[in-house]
């Protein structure tokens, strides 16, 4: 398996620009996660899937943020529009939901520059 | 929710010494705790993790404990190498699905 990929690596954008992000979990996984980090706040969750559906959003930060998962083996993070301060790397992970051990598998993640 | 707090932010190791990195959690209903390793520009990966029905796993020179009664749990490297220079998150889920991160300590071993 190739594990979580992720695109692009990086991206530099203008402030008011829409930004979409994308991810592929690794096949046979049913959860999903968004993560930002920044070196102020560490690693912050966004949101996270099961089976596709939404289960929590709470760790998004404003409307701007929306993220979809139209299949299981899909999933897109969009930023519109967006800000110098959304700058930071954003990582996709994914798991087996409810297995006793293994935790998330990150991808190489999202360096995103707004400017 | 949960909240994690991890220290030291920085820590600084002679080759061959022994790193501790220690964590607290506040929520009692955690039950599953990971340790991920983040190397510069690159993405974290998990290294060991733990139960809350044990309370102590080794991985070679890795080891976790685990005090469920304080609520703190701690991650030991032993015989340090430079390559285990990195930044180590620990984490703490009541779900084994959403995961509470620790801000990070950043390991620095000098050969």
């Known amino acids: 398996d190739a594990g979580v990929i992720q695109s692009p690596r990086h991206e530099v954008t203008e402030m008011g620009q829409e930004v979409t992000l994308r991810c592929k979990p690794i096949s046979g996984h049913n959860s999903l996660f968004w993560y930002r980090q920044t070196m102020m706040r560490g690693l912050e969750l966004l949101i996270y899937f099961n089976n596709n559906v939404p289960i929590d959003d709470s760790g998004m930060p404003e409307d701007r943020f929306s993220a979809k998962m139209p299949n299981a083996s899909f999933s897109t993070l969009k930023i519109q529009p967006s800000e110098p301060r959304d700058s930071a790397v954003y990582f996709c992970?994914?798991?087996?939901?409810?297995?006793?051990?293994?935790?998330?598998?990150f991808g190489s993640g999202t360096r995103l520059t707004v400017v | 929710g949960e909240n994690v707090e991890q220290h030291p932010s920085t820590l600084s190791v002679q080759e061959g010494d022994s790193a501790v990195i220690k964590c607290t959690y506040s929520?009692?209903?955690?039950?599953?705790f990971p340790w991920y390793k983040q190397e510069l520009g690159k993405r974290p990966q998990l290294i060991i993790d733990?139960?809350?029905?044990?309370g102590e796993k080794k991985d070679q020179r890795i080891a976790v404990t685990l005090n469920k009664t304080a609520k703190h749990f701690s991650l030991h490297i032993t015989e340090t190498q430079p390559e285990d220079s990195a930044v180590y998150f620990c984490a703490a889920s009541s779900n084994f699905n959403k995961f509470y991160f620790g801000s990070g300590t950043k390991l620095n071993v000098k050969p």
């Open positions: 733990i139960r809350s029905n044990v």
């Open positions: 992970a994914s798991s087996l939901a409810l297995q006793a051990t293994g935790g998330y598998t």
């Open positions: 929520d009692s209903a955690s039950n599953y």
